[in-house]
């Protein structure tokens, strides 16, 4: 069964950089997209960056300029490299691949991981 690992959390001071790592244990296929969330005590969650099969991407306006995703296909992993930290990045950050309702693959799907805690001290 295919699962989703998330790695690369701590605690780090603002202005610091932390790279997450999202892991799946096995092939995914028909893949629409694959992103980042996060969500903090009493808060949604709320995606913080996405990037789509043809590797367009897009982030939180909160994010830009400081966050990149990108993807290593060969190892089916997807990134998260965070630079100049802010406090109020400090959530739970949980990856997502999400995919299906084409030919080859019908049937919807969207795959989480368990989250891996980021916490910036100011």
């Known amino acids: 069964q295919v699962q989703l690992v998330e790695s690369g959390g701590g605690l780090v001071q603002a202005g610091g950089s932390l790279r997450l790592s999202c892991a799946a244990s096995g092939s995914i296929f028909s893949i629409n997209s694959q992103g980042w969330y996060r969500q903090a005590p009493g808060k949604q969650r709320e995606l913080v960056a996405d990037i789509t099969s043809g590797g367009d991407t897009k982030y939180a306006d909160s994010v830009k300029g400081r966050f990149t995703i990108s993807r290593d296909n060969a190892k089916n992993t997807v990134y998260l490299q965070m630079n100049s930290l802010k406090p109020e990045d400090t959530a739970v950050y949980y990856c997502?691949?999400?995919?299906?309702?084409?030919?080859?693959?019908?049937?919807?799907?969207?795959?989480w991981g368990q989250g891996t805690q980021v916490t910036v001290s100011s």
């Open positions: 997502n691949a999400a995919g299906g309702g084409d030919y080859y693959y019908p049937d919807p799907y969207d795959i």
